[in-house]
């Protein structure tokens, strides 16, 4: 038997499949996008339209009439958007920096802490601003930071975050030797014998690495 036999609508097998998997195909498709969706507890939709289009993914508004359900605690008010506090002027980051001298103490000066607290220095200013709302909002809660941000404006704020993205962030710690001590250092050194008992920086580079 031919293939083109196989294949043709006198054929009563091949036929009696497509037909078959056509069924099926028609008969999931509805069950999948209207049956089940409109089965579900609590969802009301206008039709069958809003229940395929909700199962399929797609958006789906929902009636007037519907409850939103809202926390019974504080949330962010903060909607970050892309153009977010871009394009900082140098009279923001001077009232900052006025500003920021009330938060040296844990913080530090430059915005590089030395108590074990963040270091602001560099950070994205939608972050620190982010914060700073959540602070005063109570969405974030904070037993250092409650007594310091309630007298905040907004534009204290922004201008807070203007100068502390403005600072340089902290560089990478380093292991206390030299760059010439460094360059000298390679990682299978031997101690040099130093000449009339002096100490070179090439013995002084493979003691620190010996212990």
């Known amino acids: 038997m031919s293939g083109d036999r196989i294949a043709s609508l006198r054929n009563p097998w091949f036929t009696a499949s497509v037909g078959i998997t056509a069924a099926i195909a028609i008969v ?4 999948g996008f209207a ?7 609590g969802e009301r939709f206008r039709g069958v339209w809003d229940a395929i289009c909700s199962a399929a993914g797609l958006v789906w ?8 359900v809202r926390a019974d605690y504080p ?12 394009g900082a002027s140098a009279e923001s980051i001077g009232r900052g920096a006025t500003l920021a001298l009330r938060c ?3 913080h530090g000066a430059r915005g590089l802490s030395q108590a074990d607290s963040p270091n602001l220095a560099g950070q994205s200013p939608v972050t620190i601003y982010k914060q700073l709302n959540d602070f005063k909002t109570g969405a974030r809660t904070s037993a250092v930071m409650a007594p310091l941000v309630p007298d905040l404006s907004e534009s204290d704020m922004r201008d807070l975050a203007a100068y502390y993205a403005y600072l340089p962030k902290a560089k990478p ?3 206390g030797l030299e760059d010439s001590q460094r360059s000298i250092c390679a990682p299978n050194s031997r101690p040099l014998r130093p000449a009339s008992g002096a100490t070179t920086s090439a013995s002084r580079c493979a003691m620190s690495r010996a212990g």
């Open 61 to 68: 508004t929902a009636p007037s009439g519907a409850q939103i």
């Open 75 to 86: 949330t962010t008010r903060v909607e970050v958007v892309p153009e977010m506090l871009q």
């Open 104 to 106: 040296t103490m844990c």
């Open 173 to 175: 710690a380093r292991d």
């Open 28 to 31: 999931a498709a509805i069950a």
């Open 35 to 41: 049956w089940l969706p409109l089965q579900q507890q």
